[in-house]
């Protein structure tokens, strides 16, 4: 039981490059999400699955575009990378809408 | 003005300390989360509650629900306890999450 897995773990691009970030879980959760981490705030929304075939947008989503693959996985993509992209992406998942989130190792992305 | 507030934002103890991490809130929710980030980048959930108190080790979490505020609380602290502790609350779907307060715990 795997929980939460994401790749790559490290990445760089250079601006205008592409690329798609890969999330996964094993725990037959519905609803899924993309977070981005910036040093000093909060993790932000970026794109949620409440379930399977379904996708919103959170509070940044702006750049990126989401697949709900199926149930266990939830792809992010940055189709022409910029550096205010620049962060720490984090995936995760939860059984419903009130409740515990379990989230991925993270994905640490600089774009130059 | 943040809708979620953490305090402090930086908190250094000697080993066996009692620490108090604190969070308030400004908008309506339906739960608050208490979260742990590792100096490795790892993110854990500690506690999900709604009203009263939860125990987990030597970790407390409470929420005042008409006070808008929640605390953690860890007793008899270790160096291990060194992490970013994270404050989120539920709204009417999404997460909005604190800055974290990020806790050094001295040998």
């Known amino acids: 039981n795997a929980g939460v897995t994401q790749t790559p773990k490290f990445q760089v691009l250079k601006t205008g490059q592409s690329m798609t970030l890969q999330c996964a879980q094993d725990?037959?959760?519905?609803?899924m999400y993309w977070y981005r981490q910036d040093p000093g705030m909060g993790l932000r929304l970026i794109y949620y699955s409440a379930s399977e075939g379904t996708t919103d947008k959170g509070e940044v989503p702006n750049g990126y575009n989401v697949s709900r693959l199926n149930k266990r996985e939830f792809s992010l993509r940055l189709e022409s990378a910029a550096p205010s992209q620049t962060s720490v992406y984090f995936c995760a998942s939860s059984d419903g809408r009130v409740s515990e989130q379990y989230f991925g190792p993270g994905t640490r992305l600089t774009v130059t | 003005k943040n809708e979620v507030e953490q305090s402090p934002q930086n908190l250094t103890a000697q080993e066996g300390e009692f620490i108090t991490i604190n969070c308030s809130y400004s908008v309506g929710i339906s739960a608050l989360h208490w979260l742990q980030q590792h100096p490795g980048g790892g993110i854990v959930s500690l506690f999900m509650?709604?009203?009263?108190?939860k125990k987990h080790g030597r970790l407390i979490a409470t929420i005042n629900i008409q006070e808008k505020h929640s605390s953690l609380h860890i007793t008899a602290s270790h160096p291990r306890d060194s992490a970013v502790y994270i404050c989120a609350v539920r709204g009417n779907y999404q997460l909005i999450w604190g800055a974290g307060t990020k806790l050094i715990i001295k040998p």
């Open positions: 509650l709604s009203s009263g108190k």
């Open positions: 725990m037959n959760h519905n609803s």
